[in-house]
């Protein structure tokens, strides 16, 4: 009986045969066939997936070819496994975040049906450096609050944010619980700022230990380095934010018309 149903559960999420006569290597076919999986939803995050054994005895291939195929979804993660309980499907949320208009890391993920939240990592007032204070055409004599934030998206970290807001602009705004609000809605609110555009450069690197520890990757993936200037609507610079984003689970999409 238990036989059935393990044998149920394979063939539906995974499919027939595989195409013997095709170019592509069986080993390649298998990993597809569970990336549908996946794709589709038949395949759960932290779902146990088919034994070695099993996969081979559904595909009729041998071991070492069905684990050609895990270990290369376990190298870019897609899968992780535990000593002795089996392989499993990694918890991998994409956040897309489209270019083309200006929005807030609330907005961002409220509009995925996520829930965001953050934790205040530093929040003080700092003396401009020059490189800082000619980003926002002021003396270097001006004083910057320096919040820096790490977003989270379902309680799971995928950012960390450093924004720089001139203090003149902003005065109390350290007062206010910048863990529990949005920065931009309480610019809006609390400051008049309305914020109309953003100039947005984006570059890839690794990150370093203390960020790969603080956004609780196992172990280093490449990240998203983001610098945002937005501008208010008489084109004041009014924030500089210096941004890290997971690389495996932040995309930018653009439209190109
Ligand atoms: C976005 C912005 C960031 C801004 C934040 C405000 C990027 C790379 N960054 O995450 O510059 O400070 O939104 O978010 O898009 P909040 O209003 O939710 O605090």
New binding site residues.
Partial sequence: MRRIVVATLIAEPLGGPLDRESPIPIFAQIRARLEDAIASGTLEPHQRIPSERQLSEHFGVSRMTVRQALDAMTRDRLLYSHAGRGTFISDRKIIE?PLQHL??????ILGRGMR?S?RLLDGRIVRASFEIARLFGLAPTIEIVRLT?L?LADDEPL?I?T?HIPSPYVPGLLDRD?AA?????VLNREYGLSLSG?R?TIEAAAPTPEETAILAMDTPQPVLK?S?L?FDANDRVV?Y?R?V?RGDRYHLTVELR
């Fill in positions: 975040q929005t807030s890391f609330t907005q961002d965001p953050s934030r977003r950012a944010e924004a910048l609000e949005s920065l931009y809605a953003a947005q983001i945002r937005t924030e934010v941004s984003y």
